[in-house]
């Protein structure tokens, strides 16, 4: 049989410049990598020819396969990522950038009424302490105060305490953390208000320490900043909101304006012109980091016979509805009610505000029947989910075996709703199969790791005449006299 696979037009480079600060989620341009492992590149194709077990779901543009039936080509080609044209993007987003640094809060705001259609009419940059405390209503701030007690508490747990090791008798060496002076914090607005962005990125920073934590995110039409967004601002000791989106708001941090602090570091998601932006800056002279490469948000969900189909079906959604390009995989035992999960997914579908997206992220999709839940795991590795679903029995322990995935949710009543929010963990995570090589935004990404070292007269008297042996094999012959003028050697 034949695989329709299909990708919506949505998610290619077809989108204009306009919608570069309305996605709650970015693709990582560096998409042209062709490792097969890595399921990281290509386009979803027209075609691919599959056994008779493959065919399309009840759902319109997501695929029914089975694994045992698929080589190993065809199931990379199942699970491929949308793919963004890289060098367009590239091209309308550097003269954004080259025009953010030389004319500053004048080229933000002018970028912001173009592609927002907001005219602030102001500098873009206003200090937290200075704006009155949003008004909301009581069940509103216990929700967010819920979700902060429980991100403060796990970040703070990850508090490391100083390292001090005598590697020999007088050689002390030590590590010690010391926070990022200055934080840029993008949150994405546009068709979802993101507060819950802004408490994943301002809690580490505020344990950490980062005395300057700049949050960048659009400005609603009336010019004002979105009160949920505010009340987490201050909440988290937020010092500066720059009311911008997309690639301007990303150049302001990088490089600073007469409103602006500059920082030395950006997080968090956006679209794919707000990720070609911080990729373009952590490569120039603003001299900033970033965070982590990041994509389309996905999810893998394994379910097996005790998996109950309305809420595999829920979850699946749940990543559905972030975007067009968002990509949804269900890897489902022998024992699992494969039918009963797909005619859940295109119920619950049916019924969401953001159907229409919903739909689109779909195409990008698919469900695979697999031999085994061990086959399952096998496929997840090798897919290298943001968010991982184990919907199985004793998932805990089938958790110890995942190798790569940004988030694992385990058992029956984890939903990733609760990672998205409130259980502690955070949300900020490497999509496109990054996860590999990168972890998700933790207390650790918002310090730097400083080595001390002390010798002792006779611990130089030890370790010297064989550092002065080792440069002398280098040929570094100030390093060699470094030692021995303090010994007396020479």
Known sequence: ATLFLSMSAHSLSTRTACSQSRSPRV????VRQRRLSSLCSGLRVNAVTSSSESSVSPIEGMQLASASSLSDNELDTLLRRPRVD??????TVAPIVDA?????????NEFTAKFDNVELGRAPVVLVDDLPDPQLDATTKAAFDTAYDNIRKFHEAQITAPLHVETMPGVVCERVNRPIDAVGLYVPGGTAILPSTTLMLAVPGQVAGCKTMVVATPPRSDGSVCPEVLYVCKKCGVTHILQAGGAQAVAAMAHGTATCPKVHKVFGPGNQFVTAAKMLLSNSEAMVSIDMPAGPSEVLVVADGGADPVHVAADLLSQAEHGRDSQVVLLATPDADVDAILKAVREQCSTLPRQEVAEAALGNSCAIKVDSLEEAIRISNRYAPEHLILNVANAREVADVVTDAGS??????????VGDYASGTNHVLPTYGYAR????VNLSAYNKSITIQELSESGLKSLGPHVAHMADLEG??????????RLGMD
Not at 408 to 417: A, D, L, M, N
Not at 476 to 485: K, N, S, Y
């Open 100 to 108: 953010v640094r030389e004319r500053g809060d004048e080229a933000v």
């Open 408 to 417: 694992i949710f385990c058992g029956r009543w984890t939903p990733e709703s």
């Open 437 to 440: 090589m990168y972890s998700g």
């Open 476 to 485: 570094l012959e100030a390093h060699r006299r470094a030692v021995t003028l």
């Open 86 to 91: 890289l060098p367009s993007i590239f091209n």
């Open 27 to 30: 693709c990582h341009p560096f």
